[in-house]
């Protein structure tokens, strides 16, 4: 895949015709080219000119960043050294969007391209009109070979080059080999996009295979993606319906898929219109938000204007909450436009009796007998000729009264549409799926069909360790040896630490961060107890500033004011996580304690269906980081009944026990 618009060696591009270049640029564009856009490339390429007299090396205009959907304005291979160069033509500062902006291209080189992981790279803002300021090269603090970004106004390139290169020397003990660069053009690019990054590429044309790994989880992403893509060409060329069921441990891209499918139908003449359905509240409208945005700042970028309010329309027919969509197909009997409807996390349907009691309070309508996954199915089947479902189904991630689990899905297909074709991962039989009994109800069944190719096995959310998610089952599954020796082979690569005090976990957050790599507190819904340390669960952010807000705005979760529950964050994903654990899942000798805040004191949980909500709030919150994280067990105060340190203690002991180490 060629990723650059233009390159060739320095000493090459030195001595080639402006024009030529100019016209290499242009060519290649995926876009039409604006006269901004052209006045812009004419600029960086008559100073690059002037600047890199007597280097050698390789420069790249224009260098692909897939995972982001984005380009870097120019890329230079010095040395042993990558210059990730971005220019803002006409800016007086070095706006702090900006240096994030070149802080993350250089990141997403150093994480997800295997030739750049033991290379010096450094992330280089060139304000055009800024003033001249004195040059500091200097390390990040993780000292992985990311240097801090440095500030131009393009003057001094040449400056910042030399001193890099003797800065490199020094930090390599003398090593001034070259990058070769086709052996660096070769190397594989593994990016892991989150799922606001996936949304916005896949919503903008880019395809799965350009912001998805190329390794065994890529392939296992391309994999379902085609068997799912497979059962809808032949129920549409059969006319007839059916339903997927696809798996997958946290993390494993389970909502990449579903977006990457419903992308594929967005336009009139496919006529096979697609609709993305969740009903977990605060992603659909992060994710309707964050498109929004998007396209109105690419219109701009493109010199047209589009309202956020008519962005948000358009997004709306891609990405849809679930209970919208129920309640639109109560009030209208037709077939809906969309032929196929993925619906995210399945598994937390309702189930009849919830249902019934929503649509009696709610909605007037008090003879509803029908559970959610029925109705949804209902509406689907409205067409006469076909329609597929896509159920993307979470393991142990049930965690609110009322949830089906995906057994009511099956037993609504036995109960009511006995026509349709099945289509089962393999997977979905293992426990933590909750559907093995009700499964030996269709052994008998015509159509359907078991396939190992609508199961994700591999967790790429932590892209550093994809084990994260076997320690944290293993953790709470209380099986402390196996979860030692998973957590002593990601240590090196993800970092899990364990404090007592919630100031020096925010400290550490923020020392960990990089660019614009998202870090906050996440806790238990549960945890009422946690008020003295200024943290309170009854104040509920809004879910589009705490994740899509800036470092500068209080309402964000860089703030580490406000804090996320299982509720607002599953689904999603942070950089770096701070887990504070409340005494509402306590560990004690003989297993997990559970926990519920009323009045002014615990009370135990008994039931087990209860239990396991609150286990799986924990499951959520210890699996949302995608670099690494912080867990704050408090002290307790012997002065109060409700925070007797005891209720703690035990819980702090148990996961040092196991290896995590003390900040």
Known sequence: MRRAYYSDSIANFLTENHNTILGHLVSNSDFAVENTQRDAWTYQIRLLKELLLGV????????????????????????????????KVGDTQHWSSALNQVTDYALDLKNFHDASHDRFVVPILIATEAEASPVRIESTPRRDG????????????????????????????????????????????????????????????????????????????????????????????????????????????????????????LDDQSNTYSVFLSGNGPLVQILQEALARDKVAREKAAGRRVTKSAA???????IQNVHHYRDEYLRDSQAPADHVALFDEAQRAWDLQQTSKFMRQKKNQPNFNQSEP?????????????????????GGQEINTGEAGIAEWVEALNRSFPDWHIHISDRLTDSEYGAGEVLSSIESRENVHYDSGLHLSVSMRSFRAENVSR??????????????????????????????????AKSWLRQQARGSERYGIVVSSQANRLKPLAIDVRLQPNPIHWFLAGREDVRS??????????????????????????????????????????????????????????????????????????IVVPTGDIQDPTRDPTFYDSTYDYLQSIGISEI
């Open 471 to 504: 320690l944290v089952k293993e953790i709470l599954d209380l099986d402390a040896e196996s979860a030692s020796q998973t957590l002593q082979s990601i240590r090196e690569n993800y970092p899990i630490v364990l404090t007592r005090d919630l100031a020096k």
């Open 146 to 265: 990311l240097l801090a970004t440095i500030r131009s106004n393009g003057h001094n390139l040449g400056t910042i080059i030399r001193e890099v290169q003797d800065f490199v020397d020094a930090a390599a003990a003398g090593d001034r080999s070259q990058i070769e660069s086709a052996i660096w053009e070769s190397g594989r690019y593994l990016p892991t996009p989150t799922i606001i990054e996936a949304a916005m590429a896949l919503y903008n044309g880019h395809s799965v295979a350009e912001i998805s790994r190329s390794d065994a989880s890529g392939a296992e992403l391309h994999r379902t993606t085609d068997t799912i893509s497979t059962v809808i060409e032949n129920a549409r060329a059969g006319r007839y319906k059916a339903i997927c069921f696809v798996t997958g441990v946290p993390g494993a891209g389970k909502t990449l898929i579903g977006l990457n499918i419903a992308t594929r139908h």
């Open 374 to 394: 029925e109705f949804l199915i209902s509406c689907i089947d409205r067409h006469e000729d076909w329609g597929v479902i896509v159920c993307l189904v979470g």
């Open 312 to 318: 948000r329309s358009e997004v709306k027919t891609f």
């Open 557 to 630: 979760s860089y703030y580490l004011e406000d804090v996320a529950t299982e509720f607002d964050i599953q689904g999603l994903e942070l950089d770096w996580a701070c887990v504070t654990w409340d005494a509402d899942f306590r560990h004690a000798e003989d297993g997990w304690v559970y926990r519920s805040f009323r009045g002014n004191k615990w009370q135990k949980i008994n039931k087990a269906e209860r239990q396991a909500y609150l286990k799986n709030a924990y499951r959520v919150l210890l699996t949302r980081a995608r670099q690494g994280m912080v």
């Open 56 to 87: 050698g090396g390789t420069i790249y205009f224009e260098y692909s960043i897939p995972r982001m959907g984005k380009r870097v304005d120019v890329l230079l291979l010095i040395g042993n050294a990558i210059f990730v160069v971005e220019f």
